[in-house]
């Protein structure tokens, strides 16, 4: 063999032996790449499917606080009220492109905005989409159904809860197909030229395609959305179908699920095209190899390890990053196409290690409102609400202070009213405050609270309720530095928790107030109604006395004197009765039972009337709200004080039962009873029933007497019995 023959077979057995490496690499990397293009569009399918997912959950929302809104109106009957609301909500509700309606607890329609006036009866698809969210008493979102007009829609109802909670009704809207919203999804999915996307419902019918005449049927892969609907998880795969022509095609497809809604997002591409950029590349990389293997023996041997050395680090670098560490700088330097393909690395590693830190803050900002909202929803104490959200604020902002200004009632002045960060760093106020509602604030949003050494760099939000500006929040720094829109964004989040935790306070402080006059005036209607007409009553008797005396008539003074004596006793009673009811209340730590229990016994001793509380079943079931318990008690004292006064009762009965699903509270006694029909103005039953009719109202509840002459006198009130039971209702019980 000629010494050319061998150097030749040397070169060509060295290049084999390098090269045969790379191809393995390649194939490798080939391989990633196909695996990176399958996560790729599953992660768009997801991405998409979540923003789908964000749509759908806004409308619900939307649909849900309109319910909200318009469930007093509905539950008084003002259904011209009810229009307006839904007229109003109409102009954001787009994805209801068929309108919006409102059907009470019956499914009988309320209000309708489907095109025409309300009829006496919804269409059957609408119809079977009441029933079941009031059935259920959540929201539901229907399969694909077909209007009263032949139209085909997507039916979404919400119930609307009354006061107690239960369904009062449902408000529901209708997306018609196509829907120019979920065509907006799919239609930016399409790629290349065979690329496709769909939304199916959970039984597998396409409500939104890039190709329109499958809107409606199973589409072209009927099999795979029927593997995945059932098991709602997401997967990337082959998936056999036809072309139009009739012949076998095989297509990459995505699926990701929806958890707003029994719906899932396909996206699909013909494999061939899905594939060709990487089955290209691995063609031109075997010709290139073998172009490189017949033209280059000779040289090809002096290369290779110049070459392998970096594309190895290239791998283990690729490696890294697929374990999730990018941490590591890739420090491959050729000028050469393996350093573009080294510089691809690098830029992608710093922009995945960027997105990373920023998913990061953006779920720690996230997790910081979210214990936020739990605490203001959770009505804790206004101050240390505060104070949390101005530690967390110098937190997530890297700030070297935060302060949180609240304005006085004129709105001219400021106070601190929480503080992160040295006290040194905030001038003693009172400090100007010049917002006015949606005015642009000068002197507090340029955060002139801070002393300037803090102010080198600073951001203010405001505090809005109602339009009206309440305070501010502020944050600076030491250093320089300039706020992203999204540090801004997360000030201005915290800034409104702020505003309803102090909104919250003042409320509950209303609230306190509100109770503390409306029992003022029960006392006073009260001490007016009895003590006060007994006084007027003393008063007249004692003058008449007066009268008698002075004419000599003393037999005649004398009787006069025992009748004031009788009324004596008479307000002495009362207002021994009048200091137990004031005595007698309950709570959170008291309950009603065990309460009217002491009540009772309390009023039997003092009345002389033998009183027996009577609860049937378990006490444990009567477990009320604390404003219900108490209007229950009120009712309950008045109708036994009308019998002490009265009925010329021996004995009386209160009786708590359930009956239908309702809650009958009763008092009863065998006194001689009365006609309520032929009550006079200013007769004695007229203010007491009056007052104990408007507390049965206050809390939903009918109120009504039952009474004849010598039979003796029943009130009964019933309300909707409470559902389920709570952890301390066995403690009300007794």
């Not at 591409?269 to 031109?284: F, K």
């Not at 040194?424 to 405050?433: L, Y």
Request: charged share 25%; glycine share 10%.
């Amino acid at each position: 063999m000629s010494l050319r023959r061998r150097i030749m077979l040397l070169v060509t057995v060295g290049l084999i032996a390098a090269t045969a490496p790379l191809g393995v690499m390649g194939i490798g990397m080939l391989r990633a790449a196909t695996d990176r293009i399958l996560d790729e569009r599953l992660a768009v399918a997801r991405s998409t499917a979540g923003h789908l997912d964000d749509r759908l959950t806004q409308e619900l929302r939307q649909l849900d606080q309109l319910g909200h809104r318009i469930a007093p109106l509905l539950v008084g009957g003002d259904l011209e009220g009810v229009r307006r609301g839904l007229a109003s909500a109409a102009l954001t509700l787009d994805l209801f492109s068929g309108g919006l309606f409102v059907a009470d607890r019956r499914g009988a329609p309320a209000v309708s905005a489907l095109g025409g006036e309300t009829s006496a009866a919804l269409p059957v698809a609408v119809a079977d989409a009441v029933r079941g969210a009031l059935e259920r008493g959540r929201p539901r979102i229907s399969g694909l159904v077909r209007t009263a007009e032949g139209a085909l829609a997507v039916v979404v109802t919400v119930p609307i809860p009354d006061r107690t909670g239960a369904a009062a009704g449902v408000i529901g809207g209708v997306l018609l197909l196509p829907s120019p919203v979920l065509q907006a999804f799919v239609d930016r999915l399409t790629v290349g030229t065979t690329g496709h996307a769909a939304v199916v419902s959970q039984d597998g019918i396409v409500l939104a395609s890039s190709e329109p005449e499958e809107i409606s049927t199973r589409g072209e892969h009927p099999e795979f959305v029927s593997r995945l609907i059932p098991t709602r998880r997401a997967a990337v795969g082959l998936a056999e179908g036809t072309d139009p022509a009739g012949r076998p095609e095989r297509h990459v497809m995505a699926f990701a699920p929806l958890s707003a809604a029994p719906w899932g997002l396909m996206v699909g591409q013909d494999e061939a095209e899905t594939y060709g950029p990487i089955r290209r590349l691995r063609d031109r990389v075997v010709l290139f190899g073998l172009a490189v293997l017949a033209a280059a023996l000779l040289f090809a041997w002096l290369d290779t390890g110049a070459v392998a050395s970096p594309l190895r680090a290239l791998k283990d670098a690729a490696e890294q990053i697929a374990g999730g560490d990018l941490g590591r700088q890739i420090a491959v330097r050729r000028s050469d196409e393996v350093g573009a393909l080294a510089d691809s690395f690098e830029t992608m590693r710093q922009r995945l290690l960027a997105s990373l830190e920023e998913i990061r803050r953006r779920a720690r900002a996230s997790q910081s409102l979210y214990e936020i909202g739990k605490d203001v929803l959770s009505q804790q104490d206004r101050d240390a609400v505060l104070r949390s959200i101005v530690h967390r604020a110098a937190a997530l902002l890297a700030a070297d202070v935060a302060v949180l200004c609240l304005a006085d009632e004129a709105g001219a002045t400021a106070r601190v009213g929480a503080l992160a960060g040295p006290a040194d760093a905030v001038f003693a106020g009172p400090h100007a405050f010049p917002l006015r509602g949606g005015e642009a604030a000068t002197a507090c949003l340029d955060c002139t609270v801070l002393d300037p050494l803090h102010r080198a760099s600073h951001l203010a939000a405001p505090l809005t309720i109602g339009g009206r500006a309440v305070g501010a929040l502020c944050v600076g720094a030491r250093r320089v530095r300039d706020f992203s829109p999204e540090e801004r964004e997360l000030l201005s989040g915290l800034a409104n928790l702020a505003a309803i935790a102090v909104e919250n306070a003042r409320l509950q402080e209303r609230v306190q107030s509100l109770a503390v006059l409306e029992e003022r005036e029960r006392i006073a209607r009260e001490i007016h109604d009895g003590v006060g007409q007994v006084l007027g009553y003393v008063n007249t008797k004692a003058q008449a006395v007066k009268v008698l005396l002075e004419a000599g008539k003393s037999a005649e003074a004398q009787a006069q004197l025992a009748q004031l004596e009788q009324a004596a006793r008479e307000v002495y009673a009362d207002l021994r009765e009048a200091i137990l009811g004031l005595r007698t209340d309950t709570g959170s730590q008291r309950r009603l039972i065990p309460v009217l229990r002491e009540y009772v016994r309390r009023y039997s001793e003092l009345s002389g009337v033998q009183t027996e509380l009577v609860t049937e079943g378990d006490p444990a079931r009567y477990f009320l709200s604390p404003t219900t318990e108490l209007h229950l008690l009120r009712i309950i004292q008045e109708a036994l004080t009308n019998v002490r006064k009265h009925a010329v009762a021996r004995r009386a009965w209160v009786r708590f039962a359930h009956e239908d699903g309702m809650l009958t509270v009763s008092v009863r006694d065998d006194g001689q009873g009365f006609d309520p029909e032929r009550v006079q103005p200013g007769a004695w039953p007229r203010f007491g029933l009056q007052t104990m009719r408007e507390r049965a109202e206050a809390i939903g509840a009918t109120f009504a007497v039952r009474s004849g002459g010598g039979s003796g006198t029943e009130v009964v009130v019933r309300l909707p019995a409470p559902q389920g039971r709570s952890e301390d209702a066995r403690a009300a019980g007794g």
